[in-house]
């Protein structure tokens, strides 16, 4: 699973995709604890907060009319790899540790390129009309601090959610994911 900050043409209905550079949006001085920190000013645990697609582009100092913050991740085939842009984050900050929802819009899901090297540079999305799926991460990090990673990787990792972290998921995501 990868970041990338992508410059994104639109043409006749079609959007491209050219890879500029991989982004770090965790850390102490990420992207996403610099939003966090912003909205939650008072440092308070059992904190919901969300950014849209402008806000994180403008934390990691993008042009939001001109590029996207695309997630990549390598598909379930062998070689394939699926691609989802980053619509909306929303955040629960907790003591020690904040778990977040992306929205993501699908761009590319299972393709295996015939060029690799090629499409790990620029690629063209194909799911223009596809539903938004939404993932949960987690970042060990929160008003206590810590360090602001991504919790350990793993085949199976699951995020364990406290009732109120759901709750707040649960209504902030809701009215966002109605067609």
Known sequence: ????????????????????????????NGALHRIEHSRN???QAGFG???AEADLLTAVLANPMHHAIVLGTKGRAKNARSMYRVMDVWGYTMQAETPIALRLRPLVE???????????RQFNAYL?????????LSLIGGVSGGSWAWSSPGRLNPIMLPLAAFMYFESALMPALKP
């Open 1 to 28: 699973m990868s970041f990338l900050l992508c410059d994104v043409t639109s043409t006749g209905g079609s959007e491209s995709y050219a890879v500029i550079e991989e982004l770090k949006l965790e850390g102490r």
């Open 41 to 43: 000013a008072g440092a």
């Open 49 to 51: 907060w969300h950014a």
């Open 110 to 120: 299972e393709h295996v390129p015939a060029d690799a090297s090629a499409f790990d």
């Open 128 to 136: 223009r009309s596809a539903a938004p799926v939404v993932t949960f």
